[in-house]
């Protein structure tokens, strides 16, 4: 499974986010890939109060921001 995770330098929530995905997937094979929001206007005023935000890559832009936790995560992979 991939991964993108929306975060910026600093975000101790961005790391509560990463422990938490990496207790749910600790059995899969997965990879996350960190997109730093300051690296973009756009995506600054898209993520700017919301991140850390989660998406899958191959979920059509699905995405789950914080706050969450393993259950509701779990949820989301699922998609329910």
Not at 11 to 27: F, N, R, T
Not at 40 to 52: A, D, F, H, K, V
């Amino acid at each position: 499974m991939q991964f993108i995770l929306y975060t910026t330098l600093g975000c101790h929530l961005c790391d509560q986010a990463k422990a938490v995905i990496a207790q749910v997937l600790a059995s899969s094979s997965y990879t996350i890939e960190e997109i730093d929001i300051a690296a973009s206007e756009q995506l600054t005023e898209q993520y700017g109060i919301r991140i850390p935000v989660v998406a899958m890559a191959a979920r059509d832009r699905a995405e789950l921001g914080w706050p969450f936790d393993e259950l509701q995560f779990r949820q989301w992979l699922d998609g329910r």
